[in-house]
């Protein structure tokens, strides 16, 4: 503890160093005038001054005023000694930066318990002082790091400008980073695909799982991959990245080169709203499935919506931030306020929205981050070139025993096989939902002998894919043969595939709306996908011809 003592007076400066030594203060610097006193505190720096204020050539006012500047903003406690005791004076000793004063001749006890006093506000200042520093450089780190982050979202994160033609959108975090992600990337056959998401939560820790997903979505979309595929990669990149307490609500969109036809799939999210010309709204895309990062593969179901669109139809997707918008009376906007909005007026913007939202918000905080996006069906320009494929005949067959139908789905691999060595990739996602929907079907309710019905309530979902694990994990003799046959004159692929189960229990063969029924409505979208379509041997054989 450094003490500074400043008097003219030799006799007064001896006794204040005495009482201080018996004090057991053993760092103590004397100076006999202002001038001495500043350039001493300049370089020794006190932590307490015992100040007179009569003295020659610059008086204790004045000092006390240059070394509470030299003190910068650690508190220095500077005591006046001296023998002015009118009102005035004293005062005056407080105004100009002393924080307390003693009368000459000065009380020993007194003055040792105000200086213990001031040395103990002077340490708790020093403290604060270095605590803000640190804090300082750690804000100041945080805040470099953060830059590094932002840089790398935005490029890592940032949609194409050539889709603005055909999408208007805006994210508005609630913080520096989003929680909510949109991405959208071009299809091999000219289409497009666009995900609009959203991760628990807010902030950096919702955003941190945006770059695998994102990574991970733009790679498939080069490929072609169908939703479904796309639905069930990200959800098993998820559940091995994300923590228990976190998940990944999402609406997966795709949109063909004509810019009519439309598939969704659509878990977690607020239901998509198309909108027609007039402003009503003609279909909602509600969520059907749990949201990614959540169920195991076995547990997940990846089907998706199909719509033939209107040119000049709207396809409105926002996230759940805005839906959740509560006005200053805590009335939350919900679903049915955007819809009374995009009925109100038919050609809104999503500038437009969000001016609304703000000014529904009023002068309440939001508190989640904001996405909102709107489609308008028109044809779309083809953003890649289709590949080529190939002229060579080409003939595959997969003969899956109990053990394969057991340990894996072929389907992925299949589809992968077949794109590859004929240069397909324009139909990948095409391709991939045909074999997947015959597949399942062909496993499911022709081997394991399962029907659909269980799945048209919430307790029939969860028992039918009880039963699915439990018949699946007692196979022990069963068959399912995959051929596909590539026929370059017919540009098509013929697919068949049989499996060894007991087939339909009519007498005579059942109609396709049978199938349908029994099926599921799987195979109404295989027929959409598909030239022809035909069930034989009681059903357990499908054959399909696929136009490329």
Known sequence: MRILVVDDDTLSRFLLVHMLEQQGYLDIFEAEDGMVAIELAKRIKPDLVLLDIIMPEMDGYAVATQLKKLAGDIYLPIIFITALDDEKSLARCLEVGGDDFVAKP???????????AHVRTRLLSKKTFEQNKQLTFYRN??????????????????????????????????????????????????????????????????????????????????KGLSLMEMAETINQTLLMLLPDDMFFAAALVE???????????????????????TGKIVKRFDSRHMALGILENHEFEADVERYEMQFGDRLVAFSDGIVELENEAYQMLGSEGIESWLLAQPNINVEGIIDKAKEYLGARLRKDDVTVIIFTSQPLEQVTNERVASKIPLKMVLELDAKHIKSSDPVVDLVSVITNQLSLYGVHSELFTVLSELYNNALEHGVLELDSELKQSDSGFFEYFKLREEKLSSLEVASIVISAEYLPDENALAIQIKDSGKGFKQQHMPELENLEKSYGRGISLV?????SVEYTNKGNTVDVVFKI
């Open 527 to 531: 027929k959409e996908l598909c030239e």
């Open 255 to 277: 949109i063909n080169h004509t810019g009519k036809q439309v598939d969704i799939w659509n878990g977690g999210m607020p239901s998509l709203l198309l909108q027609d010309q």
């Open 141 to 222: 780190a945080v805040e470099r790091e953060h830059k590094i982050v932002e840089h790398i979202f935005a490029n890592a994160l940032s949609v194409n400008k050539s889709f603005t033609r055909y999408l208007d959108y805006c994210l508005n975090p609630a913080s520096d980073f989003n929680g909510d992600l949109f991405i959208a990337s071009a299809s091999p056959t000219g289409g497009m695909y666009f995900l609009i998401g959203d991760f628990t939560g807010h902030g950096l820790a919702s955003a941190i799982g945006a770059l695998p997903v994102s990574q991970a979505f733009q790679a498939m979309s080069r």
């Open 106 to 116: 000065f009380d020993k006890v007194i003055l040792a318990a105000k200086i213990r």
